[in-house]
């Protein structure tokens, strides 16, 4: 028989809460954390932005054959018959309720077929559309088609292959139109989402956050890094901040199998929006340019040239002729600044000269032999993709043919060096240098080689073999130093740590 006394009730309720309190305690924790941070909910969001997201289709017209002979007749009842498909090179069957090909659309013209498909948005009621530059590069007929089956044939006003970006335009008003954010107020974590047309499938979308801001993958653009899921076929679609607006341009995806694998890029839509601006008023983008072959400086470049951190864009080679050499830059400098405004990478550089007006004058700051210096600069214009030419002229080897006694031994860098004469420093468009004979210890760990132009040591001009060699004698055993290393076209600074000379 079970007893049923108050008292033992209140036993029992005061064990169960000293064995289970803690439990339930941590669940009401639990439930009012997740009342307290809910995750997004896109619906709204992506009813409102899907209706100017655009599928992009393009297509190429490929010449047919005319004239066909009884051989050809005979391969082609060939492929019919055995394979269901037509001939490689031959027309297609007409679609039911269509010409025949060659019929009324004029003979030669050829059949007109995919080329492939990307997404776009809508930036205007009046029918301007963004998307990137390689959707739609060397297609004959660019069709957009909206989320109400919609179907227009689109205008090509300019496409810019440096930052893949292009201007569509469509013969309709009245359009839904996208809202653009401001890309340089993203943070890293905060939710975003894609919208487009993966592998063919309108208006997917899919969600995520930004990974990174910065990216460097090319010359002219900082990537927006996130972890949406991005395909073949969202090229071209809107990154969307939680506020519905575009802060990007789906571009790129870090793929080792051609698909998703959690890394992708997209153009910050302030870069863009500059380009489209220009797209807009001229059907091209005009660049600046300095003619400077540029690289990064590294910690053990800035502590040997006494930079104090690593900072600023190294110059490796400068245009003869070009701003650059007409304002004074050297290879080795580097630059600090340009006009005004801090340099704290390489690829800084590049995006402001870039928007920079062609035939402005700007300061540059310069760090040269232990100081900085200030020269002005007359910015030229960027060449279009298809005239940039580089003139590089390879690795020169001394060709005369003569025997030239090397040193009784390499220095303490490993260097054995040859004076050189004038008529090849004056082909080199070099003031004074050395030419390395045979590269050993320090010198062949650093990658330098025979045939090597050794410039400068440090912050002093290297004007002799007899002169560098006494250099290296003075430097300190427990220092990197610096060696400027003309390759080609090409200076590079390498720091190498001396040894004792042997």
Do not use: C
Not at 71 to 90: L, Q, T
Not at 236 to 245: Q, S, W
């Amino acid at each position: 028989m079970i007893s049923r006394s108050p008292a033992l009730a209140r036993v029992v309720v005061m064990v169960a809460m000293l064995v289970f309190g803690p439990a339930v305690s941590e669940l009401g924790h639990a439930q009012a954390a997740a009342q307290n941070y809910n995750l997004p909910d896109f619906t709204d969001l992506v009813e409102k932005a899907s209706p100017a997201v655009v599928n992009i289709r393009t297509t190429e017209r490929v010449r047919s054959r005319g004239g066909n002979s009884p051989d050809d007749d005979e391969m082609a009842e060939f492929f019919r018959r055995f394979f269901g498909v037509p001939m490689p090179g031959m027309p297609t069957p007409p679609r039911r309720g269509q010409p025949p090909q060659g019929q009324g659309q004029g003979q030669g013209q050829g059949e007109e077929q995919s080329r492939g498909v990307g997404s776009g948005f809508i930036i205007s009621q009046d029918g301007y559309v963004m998307t990137n530059a390689h959707v739609v590069a060397d297609a004959d007929t660019i069709y957009v088609t909206l989320p109400d089956k919609r179907e227009f044939k689109a205008k090509l006003i300019g496409s810019d292959k440096r930052t893949d970006v292009a201007l569509l335009k469509i013969d309709a008003t009245g359009l839904p139109r996208l809202p653009l954010g401001d890309s340089d107020k993203i943070r890293p974590g905060e939710w975003v989402l894609a919208i487009g047309s993966p592998f063919g499938l309108d208006n997917s979308v899919t969600a995520g956050i930004v990974s990174a801001k910065g990216r460097d993958t090319g010359d002219y653009l900082p990537f927006i890094q996130t972890d949406v899921a991005v395909n073949p076929g969202n090229s071209g679609g809107p990154l969307i901040n939680l506020r519905g607006e575009v802060i990007g341009i789906n571009s790129q995806i870090y793929s080792r199998s051609g698909g998703y694998m959690g890394i992708s890029f997209a153009i910050p839509i302030d870069e863009a929006m500059r380009v489209t601006e220009q797209l807009k008023a001229t059907g091209k983008v005009t660049r600046g340019r300095i003619a400077v072959a540029i690289g990064d400086v590294t910690k053990e470049v800035a502590d040997s040239l006494g930079l104090g951190r690593a900072r600023g864009a190294l110059v490796g080679s400068v245009e003869p002729g070009g701003p650059a050499e007409k304002a004074g830059i050297e290879p080795g400098d580097i630059i600090l600044k340009y006009n005004g405004r801090d340099i704290e990478k390489a690829s800084d550089l590049p995006r402001m000269v870039g928007d920079t007006k062609p035939g402005a004058r700007v300061p540059m700051q310069v760090w040269r032999k232990g100081q900085s210096r200030e020269v002005m600069i007359t910015v030229t214009e960027l060449e279009p993709d298809n005239a940039r030419t580089a003139s590089r002229r390879g690795d020169k080897r001394n060709g005369s043919g003569e025997d030239v006694a090397p040193a009784p031994k390499p220095n303490a860098l490993g260097l054995i060096v040859n004076d050189i004469p004038e008529a090849r420093l004056r082909e080199l468009k070099v003031k004074s240098g050395v030419e390395v004979d045979t590269a050993d210890g320090p010198a062949a760990r650093a990658g330098i080689r025979p045939g090597d132009i050794i410039l400068r040591l440090g912050d002093t001009d290297v004007t002799g073999s007899k002169q560098f060699n006494e250099l290296v004698k003075g430097l300190d055993k427990n220092k990197m130093a610096a060696v400027f290393v003309r390759r080609g076209d090409a200076t590079q600074v390498l720091t190498l740590r001396p040894t004792q000379a042997r």
